[in-house]
């Protein structure tokens, strides 16, 4: 059979995207296929800027008796529109969507469009190709239309030896505009080219903004045989020589794994270096093996500084971990760069405080924060009271309405100052930005803040306000003026052609017809 496989764009032609690193889960779907002996193609359409009539164009050209997306909730609209374009340039063809989103709502996805034939639930390389060689009738994983009905079979059985899976098709992608894109667009990296594997599946956490226990609670890893392997291949074959780990996982409770791939890279050097993501309980001595292997760099999701919000996240860890997982990952000489998220439904001002305090009085090299968003599936969008059906009929990600850009751009303000320098010396050393050019942006972002502090929502110590202090009379001035706006709207527009940003406008991509729950 000929199948084409693609991950959807929702790019304008005015937009561009930093598509760094190709859809792993749909490439280990491409290589199960190839192995059982059919004709596979491969189109990231978000890299490529393949827009609904390109890809029309591509299916009426090339012909395929299978389409196959795959995508997530932030690109659910796109996929849809994406499979409805395959069906209208191949009436005949089987069109099949999978992924986390696909997961959650197997029969919906069905009942709303009926130019879907069949969705695949989960871990998809294993269903996909029972699928075509005996129907859906047998499959585990999949719902499919019978008689005018909707049946969804009984879930498919995770692959308990991850190392039966052939390695991801790297062949169909466009490598070298991968490694463009991570260059242009300033990902993290110390040698080029720069990619990101995934060794792993399964999360055992179960914090209430993440979807990932819906998948796989139990994690299931690659030998190291067989990761020492894949990287070898993209080192030697496509000139790999930065590897991220892109796992939830990679050093949980791993201390065995990571001895046994250290030893692989002891016997058998590679001229490659690494960084990947930990989660901040992360011990020492797991610590120490993965600066032995070659880890320069490690990005820790923290999320929070305050240890109540960390409880109502169910992130299992306390803020006395976190100080420990750092202090001992640069105690190593390894970089680091955190995650924060504002706005969960239970954050204060104080909340955020916190955030700050630890931020500034750790050795934190870079930080980076996002607005509290509702995924389906998770225990915070139940909470929030999210019907199924709100997915379908928006086209958007809903926010936090728990949201004061006040307090949280004041709190960006602080952090910006307070880790000016350290935060200069990585973008210069991993992102390759030259001090002067660091230096400007640095200070257009701290001047950007500092106009629109028009009050000190919270303080911390003197000496860390400082500076907001000393911008408080002119942002009363500009504020009055409304000048900030104008100057805030004309840097948006000139550089992302747009006006509003979810960092700024408290109405952003809110839940408009759901009532709010009381926060508390």
């Not at 052939?166 to 990619?195: E, T």
């Not at 409770?253 to 692989?264: G, H, R």
């Not at 408290?506 to 759901?514: G, L, V």
Request: charged letters at 25%; glycine letters at 6%.
């Amino acid at each position: 059979m000929k199948i084409i496989l693609a991950f959807p764009s929702n790019l304008s032609d005015s937009e561009d995207k930093a598509q760094i690193n190709p859809p792993v889960g749909i490439l280990f779907v491409a290589a199960k296929l190839e192995q059982e002996g059919h004709e596979v193609q491969f189109y990231d359409c978000m890299l490529e800027g393949i827009k609904l009539n390109g890809f029309k164009d591509i299916l009426i050209k090339e012909k395929p008796d299978w389409v196959g997306l795959g995508f997530v909730s932030t690109l659910r609209a796109e996929g849809f529109k994406y499979a409805k374009a395959a069906r209208e340039a191949l009436p005949n063809a089987k069109i099949v969507v999978g992924g986390v989103h696909s997961t959650i709502f197997p029969r919906k996805i069905l009942e709303k469009f009926p130019f879907i034939d069949y969705v695949i639930s989960n871990e998809a390389e294993g269903p996909f190709a029972e699928l075509i060689e005996k129907g859906p009738e047998e499959v585990l994983g999949v719902a499919y239309r019978k008689d005018g009905k909707i049946i969804k079979n009984a879930p498919s059985i995770p692959e308990p030896n991850l190392d039966n899976l052939p390695k991801p098709s790297w062949h169909l992608c466009n490598m070298k505009l991968y490694y463009k894109k991570a260059r242009d667009f300033g990902a993290d990296f110390v040698k080029f080219p720069h990619f990101g594997i995934i060794t792993s599946r399964g999360c055992p956490s179960r914090c209430t903004f993440c979807g990932s226990e819906k998948l796989s609670r139990k994690v299931r890893r690659h030998s190291p045989q067989y990761v020492y392997d894949m990287i070898k291949e993209l080192h030697v074959k496509y000139g790999v020589n930065d590897i991220y780990f892109l796992d939830d996982t990679f050093a949980v409770k791993n201390m065995e794994w990571l001895q046994e791939f250290k030893k692989l890279l002891q016997e058998n050097p590679l001229s490659v270096v690494y960084s990947g993501q930990i989660r901040a309980n992360t011990p020492p001595d797991i610590l120490k093996v993965l600066k032995e292997i070659g880890f320069y760099s490690l990005n820790i999701g923290v999320e929070t500084g305050s240890q109540r919000i960390l409880n109502a996240m169910r992130k299992g860890i306390v803020v006395k971990q976190i100080h420990g997982c750092i202090k001992a990952a640069k105690k190593l000489g390894l970089l680091v760069k955190v995650y924060l998220i504002f706005c969960d439904i239970h954050e204060t001002t104080e909340d955020i405080k916190q955030t700050v305090e630890l931020v500034v009085n750790l050795p934190i090299d870079e930080f980076v924060w996002g607005r509290m968003t509702f995924f389906p599936g998770t225990e915070l969008c139940v909470m929030r009271g999210i019907p199924n059906e709100w997915w379908f009929n928006n086209d958007y990600m809903p926010l936090s309405e728990n949201f004061d850009s006040k307090v949280v751009n004041h709190a960006w303000f602080l952090m910006c100052v307070n880790r000016f320098f350290q935060q200069l010396r990585y973008k210069h050393k991993l992102g390759r930005v030259h001090w002067t050019k660091g230096i400007i942006r640095q200070l257009i972002i701290v001047g950007g803040l500092g106009i629109f502090i028009n009050k000190i929502p919270f303080k911390t110590s003197f000496k860390k306000d400082f500076l907001a202090y000393l911008f408080l009379p002119l942002g009363i001035v500009m504020t009055k003026t409304g000048l900030n706006l104008w100057i805030r709207k004309t840097y948006l527009r000139l550089r992302y052609k747009r006006e509003d940003s979810i960092y700024f406008d408290d109405d952003k991509n809110i839940i408009q017809e759901i009532p709010t729950p009381q926060i508390s």
